[in-house]
């Protein structure tokens, strides 16, 4: 079903402000969650909210979210999530880092003590259109065991990267297993098998059953060079953020305790190097030369990282949000629950 942009995300707002949240971090927090969801990422979409919705209930997390910066010298500052929701401290963060970058040339903010801050391209493509590069990264609890290893020790602990440019641009936001484990969580409620190289079981097989493979563990893309990434994720987000890393993280999904979630996030602002337009040019020039190259067999066209999800949005954009009948439902019950006008579906 679709469901218009604004209707969704005034229900994000309402569902939000119930749960304890300012009707300024509410919004922050909305714009991202459906930002996701337009973007065919609905792992990290307004699905969330459910589980938000079960942390406070289970009084595991704190709201209304009041990061604290805690540290600030020169390009660089640290930002304690305390333990609120990790949108709100993930976009200050990034907010941040762009100032920075306007001042010094380059920003580096780390968030500890942060929660799941979904999809990083909604937070890394705010610098691109600004004139900036941003590398962003967040570690999570662990469900993938480095190369070679046969029980979970990382997290699918994503990167994003987006570049600014003109049109669709270079907007990067991947796991740093085979696949994000809400894709596994996903086809768990679906019911439905996953492909034999995502995860192993926990006697270390490869296993095609999704629950399975959550209680196995997920596979690093790439063998070594996924699991190096994993790592390094974990300590830039992790261990020099101050925040909890592999082993001691705890899942956002589980009513387990605080998960300790970290993130690092780096801004350049390209005009330190050349002029803006000049980069601007080059990039289009880049992309359009990939583009005319010879397509593989079974290939009519080569897309730039994020360009199938910068389409969906375009496309939800115009047309409205694809929703299962299972996430309306979700969604609804909690808006029943705030007393919310907003019904989703219904219009």
């Not at 290893?149 to 600014?164: C, D, K, L, R, W």
């Amino acid at each position: 079903m679709k469901i218009a942009v604004n209707t969704l995300k005034q229900g994000a707002i309402d569902i939000l402000k119930y749960l304890g949240e300012t009707s300024d971090n509410a919004e922050v927090i909305a714009n991202i969650l459906v930002k996701a969801d337009m973007r065919g990422v609905s792992t990290h979409g307004t699905y969330l909210l459910k589980v938000m919705a079960m942390r406070v209930e289970a009084g595991l997390l704190e709201l209304p979210t009041i990061p604290k910066v805690v540290s600030d010298s020169g390009a660089t500052a640290i930002i304690d999530g305390m333990d609120g929701i990790g949108m709100v401290a993930a976009n200050e963060a990034v907010e941040l880092a762009i100032e920075k970058a306007k001042q010094y040339g380059i920003g580096i903010v780390l968030v500890r003590n942060t929660n799941n801050i979904g999809s990083l391209a909604c937070y890394t493509q705010k610098a691109a259109d600004q004139g900036m590069i941003a590398i962003m990264s967040g570690n999570a609890a662990p469900a993938m065991a480095p190369f070679g290893g046969a029980e979970q020790f990382m997290g699918t602990n994503p990167i994003g990267i987006s570049v600014a440019s003109d049109g669709v641009g270079f907007n990067a936001d991947m796991a740093s297993s085979v696949v994000a484990r809400g894709k596994v969580r996903k086809a768990a409620r679906e019911g439905v098998d996953i492909p034999k190289d995502w995860a192993l079981d926990e006697e270390g097989f490869s296993t095609t059953d999704p629950n399975e493979a959550l209680k196995g563990t997920l596979l690093p893309m790439g063998g070594p060079k996924g699991s190096a990434l994993a790592l390094t994720v974990d300590i830039l987000s992790g261990i020099l953020s101050g925040a909890s890393y592999a082993p001691n993280l705890k899942s956002f999904h589980a009513l387990e305790g605080p998960t300790g979630a970290g993130v690092s996030c780096i801004v350049i602002d390209i005009s330190r190097f050349m002029e803006l337009n000049k980069f601007k040019e080059l990039m289009a020039g880049y992309t359009g030369s990939i583009k005319n190259l010879k397509k593989a067999q079974g290939f009519h066209e080569i897309l730039m990282p994020g360009e199938i999800e910068y389409r969906k949005e375009e496309e939800s954009q115009d047309v409205g949000v694809n929703m299962t009948e299972e996430q309306l439902m979700a969604l609804n019950k909690i808006l029943i629950q705030a007393n919310s006008n907003i019904r989703l579906g219904s219009e």
